[in-house]
């Protein structure tokens, strides 16, 4: 004898909620983790995640990831306010080898 459960509208607004709470779970602990790009990646979606400040090596300065001038070598990505100082250490970074 199987008993429809129906749903009342006190149901969905739980579930509604539970499924808000897990979302605000899984984005808080995304926002915690730090970015690591492996390998170059192009956003295909327009992320609603809050620059991180990185630092230009060249001239100290902090600007923030998306705005930034991005050079990936030996696995790693570098941030710079703008092409010269991208061009700068990478010119640099020629000398030294
Ligand atoms: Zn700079």
């Known amino acids: 004898m199987q008993r429809e459960v129906p749903l009342s509208p006190l149901r969905i607004i739980i579930i509604i909620i539970l499924i808000y709470i897990a979302y605000r779970l899984i984005w808080g602990s995304r926002k ?51 092409q010269e100082c991208c061009n700068t250490f990478r010119t640099r970074q020629g000398e030294q080898k």
């Open 32 to 82: 915690s983790t730090p970015s690591v790009k492996g390998a170059k990646r192009k956003p295909q979606k327009e992320m609603p995640v809050s620059d991180t400040l990185q630092e230009d090596p060249v001239c100290k300065k902090l600007v923030p990831s998306r705005q930034a001038v991005q050079y990936e070598a030996d696995g790693h990505t570098y941030y710079f306010c703008s």
